[in-house]
């Protein structure tokens, strides 16, 4: 072949592969690809490249709330996104869309050889026990989830559990508070509630510590409480609450995720309180008197940075409480005298020792 004739062409054809490995480099590969059953991917890839740790690949599984529940969903998305800042990890979220969502998204991360799968929610437990079964050399976790609570208790499965009992005590200790002082535009019928989204343990403990922390300020107060049965439809959960605030309650702590900011929406549109849940609400406006939060993120960060360091222990729960800092309350308004936001905070540092204890956590 004439070499003149040659060169140009040969130079063009590497110009053009090199373009080509740059742009695969730059599209992350397959970062958003849908999973078999329907649920959607929400962003692959590492970040932080100066971590020092092994490289790991994590995948998350949201429930139905998807990660626009402004809840432990989004929460634990949060912790993901640390660790691929932090820890230089390999990240991806199936958002799935029913509950028959749950095995496939759950299996197309473990046949993928993830080194960690992390089912987000209570609702998943089935789901993860059958799964985790089938890939034994893969990490699992579970958000609110025990691995009692799995049937064939799989040694490859850590339980993510929180004691939201505590921090829904010190969320009603402080609605009780305003409620027997009539103060910050409480007290007018001595009624808080609470609405819950299904009736399950991480819902309920919340709501018993509520009930518990309310009665203890004030043993003459009265608790409504009800159950939307959805943690996605914001319209049930607003209803509730308007029948809730038509029976006189004063303040209203939502329990429901998604569903929860319909009830927050009623409290506010009726220029009454609302309590948030799991998340710091509170920038959902000025009607927000606190949050009962649990911190998800940080859990899903331990346990993924437990894979990395090879100390996760399978067969086991970690539990996050006040006392190591996994629970509590988020901010609380500036409309709340000071005397009594000093009382709350008491609560919580006597929970924290152990001079608090014992606080219930199922609804009578």
């Known amino acids: 072949?004439?070499?003149?004739?040659?060169?140009?062409?040969?130079?063009?054809?590497?110009?053009?592969?090199?373009?080509?490995?740059?742009?695969?480099?730059?599209?992350?590969?397959?970062?958003?690809?849908?999973?078999?059953?329907?649920?959607?991917?929400?962003?692959?890839?590492?970040?932080?490249?100066?971590?020092?740790?092994?490289?790991?690949?994590?995948?998350?599984?949201?429930?139905?709330?998807?990660?626009?529940d402004r809840s432990f969903n989004h929460l634990a998305y949060v912790?993901?996104?640390?660790?691929?800042s932090q820890l230089g990890v390999q990240g991806r979220v199936l958002t799935s869309n029913s509950n028959a969502?749950?095995?496939?998204?759950?299996?197309?991360?473990?046949?993928?050889?993830?080194?960690?799968?992390i089912g987000v929610g209570f609702l998943m437990t089935d789901a993860v026990n059958t799964v985790a079964k089938k890939f034994p050399k893969v990490h699992f976790a579970g958000v609110d989830m025990s691995v009692n609570d799995l049937k064939a208790k799989p040694t490859n499965f850590v339980g993510i559990k929180f004691k939201e009992q505590e921090s829904g005590y010190v969320a009603g200790y402080l609605a009780g508070l305003l409620e027997k002082g009539k103060v910050a535009g409480a007290g007018k019928s001595n009624t808080i509630s609470s609405v819950g989204g299904q009736k399950i343990p991480p819902v309920d403990h919340y709501i018993a510590g509520y009930?518990?922390?309310?009665?203890?300020?004030?043993?003459?107060?009265?608790?409504?409480?009800?159950?939307?049965?959805?943690?996605?439809?914001?319209?049930?959960?607003?209803?509730?609450?308007?029948n809730q605030i038509a029976q006189g309650s004063d303040i209203v702590f939502q329990v429901a995720g998604g569903c929860g900011l319909g009830a927050l929406d009623a409290a506010k549109a009726?220029?009454?309180?609302?309590?948030?849940?799991?998340?710091?609400?509170?920038?959902?406006?000025?009607?927000?008197?606190?949050?009962?939060?649990?911190?998800?993120?940080?859990?899903?960060?331990?346990?993924?940075?437990s894979v990395q360091d090879s100390s996760f222990k399978?067969?086991?729960?970690?539990?996050?409480?006040?006392?190591?800092?996994?629970?509590?309350?988020?901010?609380?308004?500036?409309?709340?005298?000071?005397?009594?936001?000093?009382?709350v905070q008491k609560v919580q540092t006597d929970i924290k020792s152990g001079a608090i204890s014992n606080i219930p956590d199922t609804v009578k």
């Open 79 to 84: 912790g993901l996104q640390r660790a691929q």
């Open 101 to 117: 969502d749950y095995v496939p998204n759950l299996s197309t991360l473990a046949q993928q050889n993830y080194d960690l799968v």
């Open 211 to 242: 009930i518990a922390g309310a009665k203890k300020a004030d043993p003459s107060i009265k608790v409504l409480n009800g159950y939307s049965q959805s943690f996605t439809d914001q319209a049930k959960c607003k209803s509730i609450a308007l």
């Open 314 to 343: 399978g067969g086991t729960d970690t539990f996050f409480d006040i006392s190591n800092g996994g629970a509590g309350i988020g901010k609380i308004s500036s409309k709340v005298p000071a005397s009594i936001t000093s009382q």
């Open 1 to 68: 072949m004439n070499r003149k004739r040659w060169m140009p062409w040969a130079v063009a054809a590497f110009v053009v592969v090199a373009l080509a490995v740059v742009v695969a480099g730059c599209g992350g590969g397959g970062g958003n690809d849908e999973s078999t059953s329907g649920g959607t991917s929400a962003g692959t890839g590492t970040t932080g490249g100066s971590a020092t740790g092994k490289k790991i690949k994590v995948g998350l599984v949201t429930d139905i709330g998807g990660l626009n």
């Open 270 to 305: 009726k220029g009454l309180w609302g309590i948030g849940v799991d998340a710091d609400q509170a920038y959902l406006g000025p009607h927000i008197l606190t949050s009962a939060i649990k911190k998800v993120d940080v859990g899903v960060f331990d346990t993924i940075k």
